[in-house]
């Protein structure tokens, strides 16, 4: 019987990518989607998941999220043997170790190359006849299984996502854990290697995952609401209004303004045709998004004292136009607070912040960014409250974000570096000041300021 994997990647939303003909080109009973959010490898088609590839056995197609830390040193490895990329991206190396492997059968050959992986990785593989789900030893990333009342399995990064297609929640796939769903001999498990310290990203709670789904058998709306109730504990401000930046802050402030005895009001409109700022691969697209993504609500806003609650602050640039906006929309005091602790270290395993010159966090201090931001007062979650908050769970929890406890040592830095932004000059002037200069214009600006006896400038992101 001749089987015939058929992809159809494309750059945008999925409502963009799959219209109906498309959909109607798509026989079959197993597939696999992938939504890319780039973190090694241009945001471009070549780069879309799922890969697919043919090799000697057949076709397989492979959906991954996480970065592989030890990526580049096994692209030139396989290069030096003969192999030839398609993409820049770190998944496709998978695919290549697959093929080169000797061992048979097709699971042993996956085992073979999974074992060679370091990082994060929740990786789901098609093949003719079976659908493999692979999580990485740390478990980073999460990956969960669900079952349909017809009996198909699915398997999904989000809870939330079992909910859209009925499906009901089996459980996680765990750290270390092969899951294969074979057509003839039904579903099988096996560890794939041995457990080590679990090591879940905190920051899919903070910011990453749906407020409606279960991340590492927590609830991400319990856990958000939990963290602007603890910020309004340790960092009370005299407000008359509590706002959140749109969406990811609204459950945090929920819970801030719950604690604080203070309303909670819409003060920020935003518009879902524009995406995350955070994730837009250029300083340039991230910028004007801020102008397109968030409109002030004047009526809230105009003479009150504002508290505005946000996920995170990464790189600063949003944080500072996000300011400029309430106030000129009439905010009398405008206090941001944050419902994570400061980012002051880059992350290998997933998140799009591999260079610590992008941090403004790692750059200064709080009071520093304060006063880069523009804003009356700024607090952070404490770390330890974090933590406190997670109780014995703690120590299963990859928080080397913000304290720089590395899981899985970073190898292949220099290849992070070239992929990613340079650093960019921030300087406070609103919507038309200059926010953008090269790492060399920056460097050159700290020696003149440096040589005229003021503070250097700073760098962020």
Request: a neutral charge.
């Amino acid at each position: 019987m001749l089987v015939i994997c058929t992809a159809t990647p494309g750059m945008g939303l999925v409502s963009e990518v799959f219209d109906e003909s498309k959909l109607k080109k798509l026989p079959g009973t197993s597939a696999i989607g992938h939504v890319r959010y780039a973190t090694a490898g241009a945001s471009v088609l070549k780069n879309v998941q799922p890969f697919v590839a043919g090799y000697r056995f057949g076709s397989l197609a492979l959906a991954h999220n996480g970065n592989l830390v030890n990526y580049s040193s096994l692209r030139a490895r396989l290069e030096e043997n003969g192999s030839i990329f398609n993409t820049s991206s770190d998944t496709e190396v998978i695919l290549h170790l697959i093929a080169i492997s000797k061992k048979r059968p097709f699971v042993a050959r996956l085992v073979d190359a999974c074992e060679q992986l370091e990082g994060a990785y929740s990786l789901v593989f098609l093949s003719e006849d079976k659908v493999v789900a692979v999580r990485d030893p740390h478990g980073f990333r999460p990956l969960v299984m669900g079952r349909k009342s017809n009996g198909a399995y699915v398997f999904a990064s989000e809870t939330c996502a079992l909910d859209l297609i009925e499906a009901e929640y089996v459980r996680e796939v765990q750290p270390g854990e092969m899951v294969v769903i074979d057509k003839n001999e039904g579903y099988s498990s096996s560890c794939l290697m041995p457990r080590v310290e679990r090591k879940a990203c905190i920051f899919e709670h903070i910011y990453f995952a749906q407020p409606n789904s279960i991340v590492f058998g927590r609830s991400v709306y319990d856990s958000r609401y939990e963290y602007g109730r603890i910020l309004a504990e340790t960092a009370p401000v005299e407000c008359d209004v509590v706002i959140a930046i749109p969406d990811s802050g609204v459950v945090a402030a929920l819970g801030y303004a719950a604690q604080a005895n203070v309303p909670f009001q819409q003060g920020l409109i935003r518009s879902h045709y524009v995406g995350r700022t955070f994730i837009e691969p250029s300083q340039k697209i991230r910028d004007f998004g801020v102008k397109l993504k968030l409109a002030p609500v004047a009526h809230v806003l105009k003479g009150k004292r504002v508290v505005v609650i946000d996920d995170s602050i990464v790189r600063g640039t949003t944080s500072i136009k996000i300011v400029r906006l309430l106030k000129e929309a009439g905010a009398k005091e405008v206090h941001m607070r944050i419902a994570s602790p400061p980012i002051t270290g880059s992350c290998y395993y997933g998140v799009d912040t591999p260079s610590k010159e992008e941090l403004i966090s790692y750059r200064l201090n709080v009071e520093e960014t304060r006063k880069v931001l523009g804003a009356d007062s700024l607090a952070f979650l404490p770390l330890e409250r974090l933590r406190g908050m997670l109780e014995d769970e703690a120590p299963k929890f990859c928080d080397a974000c913000f304290s720089g406890a590395y899981a899985v040592p970073p190898r292949d830095l220099t290849k992070f570096k070239e992929e990613k932004l340079k650093p960019v000059l921030v300087v406070n002037e609103g919507f038309e000041g200059k926010i953008e200069a090269t790492a060399e214009e920056t460097q050159a600006a700290e020696e003149e300021a440096s040589a005229a006896g003021q503070a250097p400038p700073v760098v962020a992101a």
